[in-house]
């Protein structure tokens, strides 16, 4: 069972170039959100989603923009990456819309920006 | 400004013995606290959580005490395994901890615990 799967695991970007990280999911979840990791940092909410067709900004949202198009797929779009964008990036799903149901999470992608 | 502090970066135990992680918190909201476990190179995985209506939650080698007056939670793992050196992750939820109108998740950084065999 393939659970939350992020396509790509690496990246490696150059200043101002345009990427797009996908995240699935085959869990019928409803709820998708996209986090990033940063050293001395907590896991930290870009963006999530409560169902298809709809978004919501999390903590940190500025530079990015996602699409959750189909209920399975929720896309995190960086326009022009920058340097404060080189991060761990994880996706993740839930069955429901408040914090206590627990996420299932895929393995992040690694993204570096030069 | 950490709303979830765990100030051991690193725990190191015996394989057979108990480990305790700990985990602090500063906001009075927050009614909701989860475990998570990250190998290298995965994503966090859920472990165990707890309410702030019970004082611990108990599943199987995994039990997760809460001490509201001092907003202190642990995490007891008795007998710990060689495969239970990880990432452990802290992270609770509140009323009015949202982004936008849902709740969100408060993350701590993190303890590595090491278990030696």
């Known amino acids: 069972n393939a659970g939350v799967t992020q396509t790509p695991k690496f990246r490696v970007l150059k200043t101002g170039q345009s990427m797009t990280l996908l995240c699935a999911q085959d869990?019928?979840?409803?709820?998708m959100y996209w986090y990033r990791q940063d050293p001395g940092m907590g896991l930290r909410l870009i963006h999530y989603?409560?169902?298809?067709?709809?978004?919501a900004k999390g903590e940190v949202p500025d530079g990015y923009n996602v699409s959750r198009l189909k209920k399975q797929n929720f896309l995190l779009g960086l326009e022009s990456a920058a340097p404060s964008q080189t991060s761990v990036y994880f996706c993740?799903?839930?069955?429901?819309?408040?914090?206590?149901?627990?996420?299932?999470f895929g393995d992040g992608t690694r993204l570096s920006i030069l | 400004d950490q709303q979830v502090k765990q100030n051991s970066p690193s725990l190191s135990v015996q394989e057979g013995r108990i480990s305790i992680l700990n985990c602090d918190y500063t906001?009075?909201?927050?009614?909701?606290f989860l475990w998570y476990k990250k190998y290298p190179a995965e994503g966090p995985t859920f472990l165990i959580s707890?309410?702030?209506i019970k004082d611990k939650n108990e599943d199987g080698r995994f039990t997760v005490f809460l001490n509201k007056s001092a907003k202190h939670l642990s995490l007891h793992i008795v007998p710990s395994q060689p495969g239970d050196s990880a990432v452990y992750f802290c992270?609770?939820?509140?009323?009015?901890?949202?982004?936008?109108?849902?709740?969100?998740?408060?993350w701590g950084l993190g303890t590595s615990l090491a278990v030696n065999p």
């Open positions: 993740a799903s839930s069955t429901g819309g408040y914090s206590n149901q627990p996420q299932h």
């Open positions: 992270a609770a939820s509140g009323e009015g901890v949202n982004a936008g109108n849902n709740r969100k998740l408060i």
């Open positions: 707890i309410s702030s």
């Open positions: 869990m019928n979840h409803e709820y």
């Open positions: 989603s409560v169902g298809e067709g709809t978004t």
């Open positions: 906001n009075s909201m927050f009614d909701y």
